[in-house]
Nanobody, 122 residues
Framework: HVQLVESGGGSVQAGGSLRLSCLVS????????LTWFRQAPGKEREGIAR??????SPAYADSVKGRFTISQDDVKNVLQMNNLKPEDAAMYYC??????????????????WGQGTQVTVS
């Protein structure tokens, strides 16, 4: 059983920062790609940042490039979000795929998901 647990969400004013974490545990021999998704009410879930298991090849959606940073250590994955905007408000999810990272970040390509953490920007 693989479990992903997100934390760090909350409410922040525009221009502020939040740091999200994703802790991966369970019976998984290896994974190759972790991606953060977000979903705002009435909108599709979009992939915004991804990284390989070794902490390499970070990639970002244009909407967050230059403001968000994804990183990976032995214990957890971190999404540092700076200069937050009202349009960043959403439920944020981390997800794993056991295959390598793909050029696109589509939710249908991911095997395991966390329960999400809410980000509110006012």
């Amino acid at each position: 059983h693989v479990q992903l647990v997100e934390s760090g969400g909350g409410s922040v004013q525009a221009g502020g920062s939040l740091r999200l974490s994703c802790l991966v545990s369970g019976n998984i021999r290896s994974w190759h790609c972790l991606t953060w998704f977000r979903q705002a009410p009435g909108k599709e879930r979009e992939g915004i940042a991804r990284i390989t298991a070794g902490g390499g090849s970070p990639a970002y959606a244009d909407s967050v490039k230059g403001r968000f940073t994804i990183s990976q250590d032995d214990v957890k994955n971190v999404l540092q979000m700076n200069n937050l905007k009202p349009e960043d408000a959403a439920m944020y999810y981390c997800a794993l795929r056991t295959g390598g990272c793909l050029p696109t970040m589509m939710m249908t390509d991911y095997n395991y998901w966390g329960q999400g953490t809410q980000v509110t920007v006012s």
